[in-house]
């Protein structure tokens, strides 16, 4: 089993920042993708990034350019860095990793982006 604990949510004004962080533990070995979701309230849960074992990096159109996925295998967190966020940003953030054809989940850190 894999266990996944996000943390790094908050209240975030229009334009601001934020890191997200998701510590990965259990058995972690031959884990291939590691990546972020997000659910808005009222929508359905959809991609934002996500790094593969090799570093590989890859976004969604929604998050491009003001995103930025890593992660610190010492440590086993993956983080997601969000920069001039929008209320559109405003959703639980969720992180996921796939491992030998099974995915994970955390319970997720509600960003709200608001004035």
């Known amino acids: 089993q894999v266990q996944l604990v996000e943390s790094g949510g908050g209240l975030v004004q229009p334009g601001g920042s934020l890191r997200l962080s998701c510590v990965i533990s259990?058995?972690?070995?031959?884990?291939?993708?590691m990546r972020w979701y997000r659910q808005a309230p009222g929508k359905e849960r959809e991609y934002v990034a996500a790094?593969?074992?090799?570093?590989?990096?890859n976004y969604a159109d929604s998050v491009k350019g003001r995103c930025s996925i890593s992660r610190d295998a010492a440590k086993r967190t993956i983080y997601v860095q969000m920069n001039n966020l929008t209320p559109e940003d405003t959703a639980v953030y969720y992180c996921?990793?796939?491992?030998?054809?099974?995915?994970?989940w955390g319970k997720g850190t509600l960003v709200t982006v608001s004035s």
């Open positions: 996921n990793v796939l491992r030998e054809g099974m995915n994970f």
């Open positions: 790094i593969d074992i090799g570093g590989s990096t």
């Open positions: 259990g058995s972690i070995i031959r884990i291939s993708h």
